[in-house]
């Protein structure tokens, strides 16, 4: 079993849309997790950390569950330029690497 | 801005040789990674550095080695490539593991 799993999606949703996507992690001694984002081509570029306490950037909202082991990212008012990979990472302090999910391809359509 | 750079963005070698990638950053940091990224399986660790000279093998070591002679620097090598090792390989660095890291452009090598 894949440490972080992700649906593949893709996620086809019209603009201005609320979407949102789970990550589960296998190993509870993950501390620290973040949503990376990669397009088309690109590398993957930091979107956001997710504490504790979940937080939010803007239409992005991202939350923990520690109890079911799983991680959110809620898109509100999707826009074509969200189109993406979005990339679920978690941290454990005995390991100094992060280990990445594979991604969830997300398509805004006009 | 940060900056890491990869020696090439498109390779093509043939099976059985010795392959080279090279990775800087210019941004002072201890950590730098090698991942794979292949179409379902996400990115693999291959091998990651937390100090000069220093490596650790990640998830996927196998038919991989590294090198850290200097900070800014980390390079992959493939010993004997193989068709299996067809792939996009990344290099990131990163000031500490559960701290943003910042990838390089990424090097797509195809091994005939």
């Known amino acids: 079993r894949k440490e972080v799993e992700q649906d593949p999606g893709p996620f086809n949703v019209p603009e201005g849309a609320t979407v949102a996507f789970n990550c589960t992690y296998s190993?509870?001694?993950?501390?620290?997790f973040f949503w990376y984002r990669q397009d088309c081509r690109k590398e993957p570029k930091l979107l956001m950390s997710?504490?504790?306490s979940g937080n939010e950037d803007g239409r992005f909202t991202a939350q923990l569950n520690r109890a079911s082991q799983y991680i959110s990212l809620l898109i509100r008012d999707s826009k074509l330029s969200d189109s993406a990979t979005y990339l679920c990472?978690?941290?454990?302090?005995?390991?100094?690497?992060?280990?990445f999910g594979s991604g969830t391809r997300l398509q805004v359509q006009p | 801005d940060v900056k890491v750079t990869q020696s090439s963005r498109y390779l093509v070698k043939r099976t059985g040789e010795k392959v080279f990638l090279e990775c800087v950053q210019d941004?002072?940091?201890?950590?730098m990674f090698w991942y794979r990224q292949d179409p379902g399986l996400g990115l693999r660790l291959i091998y990651f550095?937390?100090?000069?000279?220093?490596?650790e093998k990640g998830d996927i070591p196998e038919g991989y080695s590294v090198s850290r002679e200097k900070k800014e620097r980390f390079s992959l090598i493939l010993e004997s490539a193989s068709t299996n090792q067809t792939s996009m390989y990344l290099c990131?660095?990163?000031?500490?593991?559960?701290?943003?890291?910042?990838f390089g452009p990424g090097t797509r090598l195809t091994v005939l």
């Open positions: 990131a660095s990163g000031t500490g593991g559960y701290n943003e890291q910042f």
């Open positions: 190993n509870s001694a993950s501390q620290s």
């Open positions: 997710v504490y504790s």
């Open positions: 990472v978690g941290h454990d302090t005995g390991r100094r690497a992060l280990t």
């Open positions: 941004m002072d940091h201890e950590n």
């Open positions: 550095s937390y100090d000069v000279k220093m490596k």
